[in-house]
């Protein structure tokens, strides 16, 4: 199985910058998705990290390091838009296939 | 395009009652999940299709819950009968292949009370 550990939640500031962790213990990591979820909706796809390093998509940035189990999320310039649960999840090829398990998200607080 | 299009969009019911969800992935995705998210937590994995084959339904309540995927495209879940603690949110969610590196792409939701 799979452990997937997040903190549950966050403040910042509008126009700072914030680091959301993740851990996680698999048998068979295959890849680790960073997803964002507004209050009442559905989650929307962020970001995909399966190799080491740093993957950088405009204000948001993805880390993964695979031997110690740990990922974050960068979210630089916050806005007030940026207030949402940030969801991390982990690919296991070893269980049923290859399927995700999401953490619990952690709940992001952009205040002015 | 139209995105993951799922109905009805909230639900009420009295336990015991049965419920269906209804759900149409974006063309071309092969594989469609279904999760269920409890408040406060991440979504949980019901069942998951490779066109019309069930290839994961471990998590699946099989007294209560069934899926189908007629055709490989549109899916339907049902629970019957609906207990209190099936109040959730039930998600919708389908990707071109599992594997995409593209993650998946969820509908709206709906969101089940059960009282």
């Known amino acids: 199985g799979q452990n997937i550990d997040q903190p549950t939640e966050m403040t910042a500031t509008e126009g700072a910058i914030v680091q959301i962790n993740c851990t996680y213990q698999?048998?068979?990591?295959?890849?680790l998705f960073w997803y964002q979820q507004h209050a009442g909706e559905a989650p929307t796809f962020l970001s995909y990290?399966?190799?080491?390093g740093l993957e950088e998509k405009g204000r948001f940035s993805s880390f993964l390091s695979r031997s110690k189990g740990y990922s974050y999320l960068l979210l630089k310039e916050l806005q007030m838009k940026d207030s949402a649960s940030y969801l991390c999840?982990?690919?296991?090829?070893?269980?049923?296939?290859?399927?995700?398990?999401f953490g619990d998200g952690t709940t992001l607080t952009v205040k002015p | 395009e139209a995105g993951v299009v799922q109905s009805p969009r909230y639900k009420i019911i009295e336990k015991k009652q049965p419920v269906a969800f209804w759900c149409n992935p974006i063309?071309?995705?092969?594989?469609l999940y279904w999760y269920r998210q409890n408040l406060g937590q991440g979504p949980e994995l019901l069942i998951r299709?490779?066109?019309?084959?069930?290839?994961?339904d471990s998590q699946l309540p099989k007294d209560r819950f069934s899926a189908e995927r007629l055709k490989g495209v549109d899916s339907t879940l049902k629970i019957q009968p609906a207990e209190l603690g099936d109040s959730a949110v039930y998600l919708c969610?389908?990707?071109?292949?599992?594997?995409?590196?593209?993650?998946?792409?969820f509908g709206s939701g709906t969101r089940l009370t059960v009282v």
């Open positions: 999840a982990v690919r296991d090829r070893n269980t049923n296939a290859g399927k995700s398990t």
């Open positions: 969610a389908s990707s071109f292949k599992e594997g995409d590196r593209n993650g998946y792409t």
């Open positions: 990290n399966v190799l080491d």
């Open positions: 063309s071309g995705h092969n594989t």
């Open positions: 698999t048998s068979g990591f295959n890849g």
């Open positions: 299709y490779e066109n019309e084959e069930a290839v994961d």
